[in-house]
């Protein structure tokens, strides 16, 4: 039951942050935006790093020069998934006014709760595969690693969760439903997490796969949606502040508490 909770973690976040539909007024500033673009970005590479690709390694010592083969091979079979994803799902990123993916006939505030609900899935999965690895007796895995991804997790979904539920306020939703909407855009996350949990203690010598598979998933993200959008116009420099924040405070966590 406390595994269970721990999952819901990262919702936590996304739910904190959507509910600033109810005490933010009009329109998310751009600048603030860029920083909390850059901020989740960073936390994410920071997290596939340290949380991910490095316990991949470790996992697979025993292939000596060629430890780095399953972190390598998991990672772009991530990547690749993902780019399978963002071409299959319609979806529609914050500020653009073209959608992704195959045409459709949903509305703009479905695809772009779509869009944040497609990069969730690598972090619910990141937190899943964490712990399917403690649960598993892992070595290379602690406790404390996997609850710091998911807080970490957690920390980056906070703006996530307000930058969906703000351009949904300014369409003409009802606070309750943009927050409803920021909510639903992050349920992924738990889900993915018990579904990854269950397929890695299934297969537990694919963990290394799985761990380097959700870091490639991630980078995906972070390189095709987060850092574009964060340095879009003018001031793109904030969201380089912003992802430096992101990416030292999620190294701190996992130094120090992993």
């Known amino acids: 039951m406390e595994l269970l909770a721990i999952l819901f973690i990262p919702l936590l ?12 007024k009009g329109k998310m ?6 920083a909390l673009l850059g901020f989740a970005g960073g936390v994410m590479v920071a997290a596939s790093v340290w949380s991910l690709l490095i316990p991949a390694m470790d996992m ?9 083969i399953p972190a390598v091979t998991g990672l772009l079979l991530g990547v690749l998934f993902l780019l399978l994803l963002d071409n299959i799902i319609p979806h529609l990123h914050v500020n653009d006014d073209e959608p992704e ?18 990069h969730n899935i690598p972090e619910g999965m990141a937190v899943g595969v964490l712990f399917a690895g403690y649960t598993a007796g892992n070595t290379a895995i602690t406790f404390s690693a996997a609850l710091t991804l998911a807080i970490g997790i957690a920390i980056q979904n906070f703006p996530e969760g307000a930058i969906i539920s703000m351009p949904l306020r300014n369409e003409g939703f009802s606070k309750n439903k943009s927050f409803l909407y920021g909510v639903l855009s992050g349920v992924v996350e738990p889900i993915g997490a018990i579904l990854t949990i269950l397929a890695a203690s299934l ?33 793109s420099n904030i969201g380089v502040i912003g992802f430096s924040v992101g990416f030292a405070i999620m190294m701190v966590l996992d130094v120090a508490l992993g």
């Open 101 to 118: 993916g195959p045409k459709t006939t949903l509305k703009k505030s479905a695809m772009l709760m779509l869009a944040v609900t497609l």
């Open 60 to 68: 697979s010592k025993d292939m000596d020069k060629l430890s780095f």
């Open 203 to 235: 297969v537990e010598p694919m963990l290394p796969y799985l761990l380097s598979f959700a870091a490639g998933a991630m980078i995906y993200v972070v390189v095709e949606e987060l850092i574009p959008e964060a340095s879009r116009g003018e001031h």
């Open 13 to 24: 976040g996304t739910s904190l942050g959507a509910g600033c539909v109810y005490f933010m």
């Open 29 to 34: 500033n751009d600048n603030l935006q860029k």
